[in-house]
């Protein structure tokens, strides 16, 4: 997810990260950066 972000952020145009107060490709980062972590640690349909 993070990595999309990264690429989409690329073709966007390099705007700027602000984080005080946060711009909206700060926030869609953090964002992505948050769906990354709370994904599962465990592939589904694999057993360990």
């Given at each position: 997810?993070?990595?999309?972000?990264?690429?989409?952020?690329?073709?966007?145009?390099?705007?700027a990260?602000?984080?005080?107060?946060?711009?909206?490709?700060?926030?869609?980062?953090?964002?992505?950066?948050?769906?990354?972590?709370?994904?599962?640690?465990?592939?589904?349909?694999?057993?360990?």
């Open positions: 997810m993070t990595l999309l972000w990264l690429l989409i952020w690329f073709i966007a145009g390099h705007e990260l602000i984080l005080d107060p946060v711009n909206a490709w700060a926030a869609t980062l953090i964002l992505a950066a948050g769906l990354d972590l709370a994904r599962p640690n465990v592939v589904p349909g694999r057993k360990r």
